[in-house]
């Protein structure tokens, strides 16, 4: 079965870091988000993307955040200067014809800033 | 605005028993809802979802009913086994139609 793959795992970083984190959306999805989860909490989304570019983006996702396909497979989150509180799993889903519904999310990147 | 929340944080059952999930959501105009199930250290696993212009839609053991009148979202699961124990959050499409907003969190724990 198909399904979204997140690399690493698990990241560890010191405050102030750019960190960048991977993800391969399932083949033929054309719509792209990430969304975070800190400890215990509810899934927060971040931003969603669609046709090369950013379709919707929460407060969160504030400049130090930015967002890339850098080729037809990878889609990519990069934060440029990590905060303690970016602490958090990372999931990223894609979707296929109809925007933000049945999302898949993968297993999440583990983010912890020291 | 907009948010979508659970009734109970946590519900524990005894296997065999049926389950039911509430949640309640606050925008009337949402057209799209689904619940996903999270274990723990994965990420949400979809479930069921429904859309506004149905009550009620059946998937395997799992039913998912909508009350538009009250704004309630509830999952049934029959026949709960310990495999189902997990997070289940409902969620909601948004205003803008691009992105789904999460509720809290019910956390399942089936005892057998």
């Known amino acids: 079965e198909p399904e979204v793959t997140q690399t690493p795992s698990h990241q560890v970083t010191q405050m102030g870091q750019e960190v960048i984190l991977r993800c391969v959306p399932i083949s033929n999805h054309l719509y792209f988000y990430w969304y975070r989860q800190i400890l215990g909490q509810k899934v927060e989304f971040l931003v969603s993307f669609y046709n090369n570019e950013i379709s919707e983006k929460s407060e969160i996702f504030d400049d130090q955040f930015s967002v890339e396909r850098p080729d037809g497979s990878n889609f990519t989150l990069k934060i440029r200067s990590t905060k303690l509180e970016d602490s958090a799993m990372y999931f990223c889903?894609?979707?296929?014809?109809?925007?933000?519904?049945?999302?898949?999310f993968g297993s999440g990147t583990q983010l912890s800033v020291l | 605005g907009e948010s979508v929340g659970l009734h109970l944080p946590t519900l524990s059952v005894q296997e065999g028993d049926n389950s039911i999930i509430n949640c309640a959501y606050s925008?009337?105009?949402?057209?799209?809802f689904i619940w996903y199930k999270q274990e723990s250290g994965k990420g949400p696993q979809f479930i069921i979802d429904i859309r506004s212009n149905m009550d009620k839609r059946q998937g395997q053991r799992v039913t998912v009913l909508l009350n538009k009148t009250v704004k309630h979202l509830s999952l049934q699961i029959a026949a709960t086994q310990p495999g189902d124990s997990a997070v289940y959050f409902c969620a909601e499409k948004d205003q803008a139609g691009t992105a789904l907003i999460f509720g809290k969190g019910t956390t399942l724990s089936v005892s057998s």
């Open positions: 925008n009337s105009a949402s057209d799209y």
């Open positions: 889903a894609s979707s296929e014809g109809t925007g933000s519904e049945k999302l898949f």
